[in-house]
């Protein structure tokens, strides 16, 4: 069986409010998507990574990604679903559909190999799937309807946090992820896709430094983070 990746990257990083899309604001001198993909290339467990783009992106082609030649690129759609979805289209025939396929935020640079690992281990040679999560370790409250007050606190002893990557067969993810927009249905996340389908895709537990650049605080936390990674 194949593995292959698909990192959408098409994003524009509103919440992050700088000139450019996040994915490339720099850390040590390179950008975020290119530490991004070459954590996982290096891992050496992938036939290719495919990279869906924003219609409108300026800075890949002087990315160090542009010229690795395990990286193909296309373009992304109007939310995360979409452009997870149209590198699943644009790896048609390249791909049987029993094969795996790792669906990674380009935005979760700090991705521990060690983690990659543990998920392809730990779903072996399963139907369907799963992703990396972590248990809640917050107190949860519920937000009232009509005011910003507490309406309860939630059990969060069955909660888990999900993370990238999301493993899944390739076939099925595709099938997944066409139905919810076929049915206007809005996902987050792949296993939301599957989920919606009736299946029960497998929690594999990641590390909790596996975080999504979001707003401006997140880099610095990143930096440190790679820092203790590749130490
Ligand atoms: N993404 C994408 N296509 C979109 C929207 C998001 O490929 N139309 C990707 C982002 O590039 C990112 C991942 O999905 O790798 C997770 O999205 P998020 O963290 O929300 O990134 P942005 O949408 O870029 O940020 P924001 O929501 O703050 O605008
Ligand atoms: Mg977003």
Redesign the pocket.
């Known amino acids: 069986r194949q593995y292959w990746l698909v990192v959408?990257?098409?994003?524009?990083?509103?919440?992050?409010q700088a000139d450019r899309?996040?994915?490339y604001l720099q850390l040590r001198q390179r950008y975020i998507l290119d530490i991004t993909l070459s954590r996982l290339l290096d891992t050496g467990l992938f036939a290719g990574a495919m990279v869906?783009l924003h219609p409108d992106d300026r800075w890949f082609v002087g990315s160090d990604s542009a010229s690795d030649a395990r990286i193909l690129t296309c373009t992304?759609?109007?939310?995360?679903s979409?452009?997870v979805l149209s590198g699943l289209d644009a790896l048609a025939g390249r791909l049987s559909d029993d094969d795996w396929v790792l669906v990674h935020?380009?935005?979760r640079p700090c991705v521990a190999a060690e983690d990659i690992r543990r998920l392809i281990v730990g779903l072996g040679e399963g139907d369907i799937g799963g992703l990396l999560a972590a248990p809640v370790s917050d107190t949860i409250k519920r937000q009232a309807a009509d005011a910003d007050s507490v309406s309860e606190t939630v059990d969060r002893r069955a909660l888990w946090r999900a993370f990238t990557p999301q493993q899944f067969r390739y076939g099925l993810l595709r099938t997944a992820l066409g139905r919810a927009r076929d049915r206007g249905v809005a996902v987050t996340d792949e296993s939301s896709a599957l989920e919606a389908m009736g299946y029960a895709p497998k929690l594999v537990r990641g590390r909790t430094d596996n975080i999504?650049i979001?707003v401006p605080e997140d880099l610095p936390l990143a930096g440190w983070i790679l820092d203790q990674l590749e130490h």
């Open positions: 959408p990257a098409a994003g524009i990083g509103q919440r992050m899309p996040k994915q869906p992304g759609g109007g939310d995360r979409d452009s935020d380009v935005a999504k979001t």
